[in-house]
Nanobody, 128 residues
């Protein structure tokens, strides 16, 4: 069973930083494409960033380019999202997800319907 568990959310002020973690089990974190998504109140879930398997692409949403970073710790089987210079518009529940059921090589997508397994989410609030 593939499982993902997010942590690291919280309340921060604009301009501050936060690191989110996604501990995965049932698969190696670098074996499939994985991604971070977020959903703000009243809005659809959107893809923040994805990272492909096999040292493939990384694709960021324009709204977070230059502020967010994604990386994997293979030894700890964990995916991370470093969020810097946070803005109130970044307030949302953040989810990690894995694209596991359809074979794909060196590619990823920020489309919600590509991903098969999801974590429960972690809340990020950015407010003065």
């Amino acid at each position: 069973q593939l499982q993902l568990v997010e942590s690291g959310g919280g309340l921060v002020q604009p301009g501050e930083s936060l690191r989110l973690s996604c501990k995965v089990s049932g698969f190696a974190v670098d074996y499939y494409p994985v991604a971070w998504f977020r959903q703000a109140p009243g809005k659809e879930r959107e893809g923040v960033v994805c990272i492909a398997n096999e040292d493939g692409i990384i694709d960021f949403a324009d709204s977070v380019k230059g502020r967010f970073a994604i990386f994997r710790d293979v030894a700890n089987n964990t995916l991370y999202l470093d969020m810097n210079n946070l803005e109130p518009e970044d307030t949302a529940i953040y989810y990690c997800a894995v694209w596991a059921l359809t074979p794909v090589h060196r590619w990823c997508s920020r489309k919600v319907d590509r991903y098969d397994y999801w974590g429960q989410g972690t809340q990020v609030n950015v407010s003065a």
